[in-house]
């Protein structure tokens, strides 16, 4: 089930993070029920992560964006431009004040861990940058939206979030869950089926027709790419043999035909217990 995946993963990931396995991310293809599901379970572990799983398009985030630049031209209102000092406690504000008034933003934590990022880039990137150009690059950052590049500044080792928002970004062991039939890639499993592309089996679909494979199918075994290019040492593509439905039943499930790809080695379910 998908509960047993979330609670092998977030385990394994604990047993990284005590050993020093550096930075570590879970990459999900989009928000669902796996998604809330690992995310309920560091909590359980005591794990301190970065919840990264909020879009960089939606109406929060232009919203907190809009908030910080209001707060960062109050606090310069008058100045010219900002020293390392009053650039360090205006982002401290914006940063205390997310915190204390969390139900404003549901990602307000994450974005308080986003600026403490920045103000780390700041103090050890920007030390040559006068006031004028200082305070010209902060706005900047926040009018752009651009605030989660500042990712491997974290203070945290441990992140979650979508595959397309870590374009860019690396780490030295990555999972990626959810890779099931249906889910992912998803409704085009059908039509690839019906085919004659892929072969299903309750171990897995397997591609056979690899010449002929469509567009769609293509573009998802891209992002899984993404994925998979983001790890320095080691990455889990998981699945279940069950997934969540949208009205919050379970449907059997099983291991997408992009599990089957090359360089890919299949495992037993026990694999996150181990080394490899």
């Not at 309750?202 to 075994?221: F, K, T, W």
């Amino acid at each position: 089930m998908q509960q047993d995946e979330a609670i092998a993963i977030v385990s394994k990931v604990a047993v990284l993070a005590q050993g020093g396995g550096g930075k570590i991310a879970i990459l999900v293809r989009k928000l669902g029920a796996l998604a809330d599901l690992i995310t309920d379970e560091p909590a359980k572990e005591d794990i301190s992560y970065f919840n990264g799983l909020f879009s960089d398009t939606v109406p929060e985030f232009f919203e907190f964006n809009a908030f910080a630049l209001s707060r960062i031209t109050d606090a310069a209102s008058g100045e010219k431009g900002a020293s390392r000092f009053a650039a360090d406690k205006i982002i401290d504000s914006i940063s205390d004040e997310l915190l204390t008034c969390s139900r404003r933003f549901e990602y307000g934590r994450s974005y308080a861990m986003l600026l403490r990022a920045l103000r780390k880039h700041l103090t050890n990137e920007c030390v040559a940058m006068g006031p004028s150009e200082r305070f010209d690059y902060i706005v900047s950052i926040f009018s752009e939206g651009s605030l989660r590049r500042f990712s491997d500044y974290l203070d945290t080792d441990i992140s979650m979030m979508t595959v397309h928002s870590a374009k860019g970004l690396a780490r030295d062991t990555v999972f990626i869950p959810g890779v099931t039939r249906f889910a992912w890639p998803g409704g085009i499993c059908s039509r690839c089926e019906r085919a004659g592309i892929c072969s299903r089996s309750a171990y897995g679909c397997r591609i056979v027709d690899a010449m002929n494979m469509p567009d769609g199918l293509i573009e998802e075994m891209g992002l899984l790419y993404v994925g998979v290019t983001r790890v320095r040492k080691a990455v889990y593509v998981s699945a279940s043999m069950q997934r969540g439905t949208n009205n919050g039943n379970y449907q059997v499930a099983c291991p997408s035909c992009l599990t089957s790809l090359p360089g890919i080695e299949s495992v037993s379910g026990t694999v996150m217990d181990g080394e490899g």
